[in-house]
């Protein structure tokens, strides 16, 4: 099945310092990804839509000066948690279709973001 | 009203049991049905998905979609330790996936 990978896993950062996610589709092109946040024994929750080639959209809620989204290519989005603090401490899966849509999605492997 | 509703459980069941675990969902133009599985600390990998009303089997495991009463199961056949995980329904809507709150299954040796 089509792949996603996402980098790193695992993450561990001082307060006040940014973190970038990245977020591969491997052997299909994605025009729209999309990132999500999960906090323990909760479900996914949403946060942007990483759209190629223009601007994200975000999940009201969702900061977007502090979550910065960028969709450069068709295989590759970011997601940037500035100036980090310890409230942002969660899991952050990143997905992505074949069909360029959101049916039948495949998640990365999802990071682990740990703010000390 | 969540637009889709799950068990969190957790539900814990000896190996070789037949496992159900059920979602419900409140809009009737939800067309496409999938099941996930996350291990601890993974992304979810997609399980099964189904178009519309109707079974559909593959191995161990059977997705049930039942649109009269907005009602979508998974069924996981002689389940074995490595079943053990979250399973999450979902469905897209408009621009995203909504998803259900996943339920945690333990099977015991």
Redesign the interface.
């Known amino acids: 099945?089509a792949v996603?990978s996402?980098h790193p896993s695992w993450v561990i950062c001082k307060s006040g310092t940014s973190v970038k996610i990245e977020c591969r589709s491997l052997d299909f092109q994605a025009t729209?990804m999309?990132w999500y946040r999960q906090f323990p024994?909760?479900?996914?929750m949403?946060m942007a839509?990483s759209n190629e080639g223009s601007k994200a959209?975000y999940e009201q809620g969702v900061e977007k000066d502090k979550f910065l989204i960028n969709h450069a290519s068709l295989t590759l989005s970011t997601l940037t948690v500035t100036s980090a603090h310890p409230e942002d401490s969660s899991?952050y899966?990143c997905?992505a279709g074949p069909g360029g849509?959101?049916?039948?999605?495949?998640?990365?492997?999802?990071t682990?973001l740990s703010v000390l | 009203q969540k637009e889709v509703e799950?068990d969190?459980g957790p539900l814990s069941v000896p190996e070789g049991a037949i496992v159900s675990l059920n979602c419900t969902y409140s809009n009737s133009a939800f067309q496409?049905f999938?099941w996930?599985r996350q291990y601890s600390?993974?992304?979810?990998?997609?399980l099964m998905?189904t178009y519309s009303s109707g079974n559909k089997e593959d191995g161990r495991f059977t997705a049930q979609v039942d649109k009269s009463s907005k009602y979508i199961s998974l069924f996981i056949r002689d389940s074995q330790p490595s079943d053990s995980a979250t399973y999450?329904c979902a469905t897209?809507?408009n621009?995203?996936?909504r998803?259900?709150?996943?339920t945690?299954l333990t099977v015991k040796p």
């Open positions: 099945g996603v996402q729209t999309f024994k909760q479900s996914l949403l839509t959209t899991f899966i997905s849509g959101n049916e039948k999605l495949f998640f990365g492997s999802g682990q | 799950q969190p496409y999938m996930y600390r993974k992304g979810p990998e997609l998905y999450l897209p809507n621009n995203d996936m998803f259900g709150a996943g945690r």
